[in-house]
């Protein structure tokens, strides 16, 4: 099982990212999957989670109406918009199995003006 992170960079207050999340290893479209991030120093946070039918989405209170989580089952890829970045959002993003621990090396997103 992999995860490839990609799409993260260094961004100004209220600027957007997109986050790409390529999976392999699994049959991708039976799985919920989740984004979550961490920060130095700060706990593993969870920002969205979507099912493989992509009609129920989930978001933590940090990402509610600025990101948004989607998926495209046939290319086995996961995706975060966020927009209206804040400097809070600075932080390693990974995509997981929403059940399961097993995530990639990230993507490293930095707010900053």
């Known amino acids: 099982i992999q995860f490839v992170e990609s799409g993260g960079g260094v961004v100004q207050p209220g600027g957007s990212l997109r986050l790409s999340c390529s999976a392999s290893?699994?049959?991708?479209?039976?799985?919920?999957m989740t984004w979550v991030r961490q920060a130095p120093g700060k706990e593993l946070e969870w920002i969205a989670s979507i099912n493989g039918g992509s009609d129920d989405k989930n978001y933590g209170e940090s990402a509610k109406g600025r990101f948004s989580i989607s998926r495209d089952n046939a290319k086995a890829k996961l995706y975060l918009q966020m927009n209206n970045l804040k400097a809070e959002d600075s932080a390693v993003y990974y995509c997981k199995r929403r059940a399961f621990d097993e995530r990639g090396q990230g993507t490293q997103v930095t707010v900053s003006s």
């Open positions: 290893g699994f049959d991708f479209e039976m799985y919920a």
